[in-house]
């Protein structure tokens, strides 16, 4: 049962333009959520999260936003680098099924490639 | 650097044997979990503790075990290894707030090859 969406396995974007990463989820009690990314060989590197208390948060150039209606989150990241060429991960937690509140699913993860 | 150490980097063994993974947290944090990455798995969270007690279990096989010292560190002890086991392991840690909305920050990873 995948609870953590990510249906773009890849996504190609030109440096400078905006990079838009999607995730759905299927849990209605997550209510934290996070994005990762991953370079190969290294662990996840916390990018940017939001509570569900919130429908938007910014961090510099990384701005994820929350439709819990939908029960869908985007990264949006502008301008694009092509440092920013990794697998980028969105993870959720929550009380999901009185299991750890901590405990994080994540789901499958999309290539981000940005092209000088 | 996520503060978050992992030993060793890279470990090659063979099948029905057994390995341990070490896991050193961040300085302050009490939370520790462990999470597998297998190529058709994606990321799988497998054990946490909380200082020094186990607090939640995801789909750990009972072949492996954990543990959490006093000075925080953690242990992921696999044993009798099958070739499926072979995996990235990753250790988060996180300050685990009152109200539950953790940031985990992951370690390097321990890459297993089982042949």
């Known amino acids: 049962d995948q609870q953590v969406k990510q249906n773009s396995p890849s996504l190609s974007v030109q440096e400078g333009r905006i990079s838009i990463l999607n995730c759905d989820y299927t849990?209605?009690?997550?209510?934290?959520f996070l994005w990762y990314k991953k370079y190969p060989a290294e662990g996840p590197t916390f990018l940017i999260s939001i509570s569900s208390i919130k429908d938007k948060n910014e961090d510099g150039r990384f701005t994820v936003f929350l439709n819990k209606s939908a029960k869908h989150l985007s990264l949006h990241i502008v301008p694009s680098q092509p440092g920013d060429s990794a697998v980028y991960f969105c993870a959720a937690s929550g009380n999901a099924g009185g299991t750890s509140y901590g405990k994080l699913t994540f789901g499958q993860g999309t290539i981000l490639t940005v092209h000088p | 650097d996520s503060g978050v150490t992992q030993t060793p980097k890279h470990l090659i063994t063979a099948t029905g044997q057994r390995v341990t993974l070490r896991c050193s947290p961040r300085s302050g944090d009490l939370s520790v979990y462990w999470y597998q990455q297998s190529l058709d798995q994606g990321l799988q969270f497998l054990i946490q503790y909380y200082n020094g007690e186990e607090r939640a279990k995801g789909n750990i096989l009972e072949r492996f075990s954990a543990q959490q010292f006093p000075d925080l560190h953690s242990e992921l002890n696999l044993s009798s290894l099958e070739l499926g086991d072979s995996a990235l392991y990753f250790c988060?840690?996180?300050?685990?707030?009152?109200?539950?909305?953790?940031?985990?920050?992951f370690g390097p990873g321990t890459r297993l090859l089982v042949l």
């Open positions: 849990n209605s009690m997550f209510d934290y």
């Open positions: 988060a840690s996180s300050v685990a707030p009152a109200d539950g909305k953790e940031t985990q920050y």
